[in-house]
């Protein structure tokens, strides 16, 4: 099984600023067949199920702000949530869809400072 | 618009079996997959399985292999999920979630979300 770790487990940002969370994988989730990474990100508010962010690293659904950025690739990822908002708190997620057994990272926690 | 809405909030006994409902709309149901998704109380999500509505192929991951079944009804447009031998560890909140037809892949539209009780 592939395993997904983040860090760090939380973070306060100030308003305004930028925050970094990564995501690292126990094994590449490269696909050779498409050169995609297959790695998504979810953020989940208070209450509510998770949203899709960002898809094959970087690309980001529709309607999500260019505020959320991803990179990275085979094992190690990252994403950024640039001029960081008031509803932007929230537990971010990285899951891997690479192995039909998919996996999540444990979350990571962003509050505002 | 795509929706996922999952039946109601239930109340178990240890030992007992639940199947949550997951109804499909704004999307032709039978051309993609439903992942199921759990989240214990504060705690993160972890991947249950999947199964295609195009085929109706399914992965399950190891842990629940044996106490865990998912359907669909592609005239109802509707995907069920049946947990068997329910324990008190089995307390989450249950989720599908909108996945790829012939594999996993992106998931991208998730249900509200069914609250299972275990409890004596």
């Known amino acids: 099984d592939i395993v997904m770790t983040q860090s760090p487990d939380s973070l306060a940002v100030s308003l305004g600023e930028r925050a970094t969370i990564n995501c690292k994988s126990s094994q590449s989730v490269l696909s050779s067949s498409n050169n995609k990474n297959s790695l998504a990100w979810f953020q989940q508010r208070p209450g509510q199920p998770p949203k899709l962010l960002l898809y094959s690293a970087s690309t980001r659904d529709a309607g999500v702000p260019d505020r959320f950025s991803g990179s990275g690739s085979g094992t190690d990822f990252t994403l950024t949530i640039s001029n960081l908002q008031a509803e932007d708190v929230a537990i971010y997620f990285c899951?891997?869809?690479?192995?039909?057994?998919?996996?999540f990272g444990q979350g990571t926690r962003l509050e505002i400072k | 618009q795509v929706q996922l809405v999952q039946s109601g909030a239930e109340v178990k006994k240890p030992g007992a079996s639940v199947k949550v409902s997951c109804r499909g709309s704004g999307y032709t149901f039978r051309t993609y997959g439903i992942s199921w998704v759990r989240q214990a109380p504060g705690q993160g999500l972890e991947f249950m399985g999947w199964?295609?509505?195009?085929?109706?192929?399914?992965t399950y991951t190891q842990k629940f292999q044996d106490r865990l079944t998912m359907t669909t009804d592609t005239s109802t447009n509707t995907a069920y999920m049946e947990l068997r031998r329910l324990r008190s560890d089995d307390t989450a909140m249950y989720y599908c979630a909108r996945g790829g037809a012939l594999r996993v892949a992106i998931i991208d539209y998730w249900g509200q979300g069914s609250l299972v009780t275990v409890s004596s």
């Open positions: 199964i295609s509505a195009y085929n109706g192929n399914t």
């Open positions: 899951q891997q869809y690479y192995s039909s057994q998919c996996s």
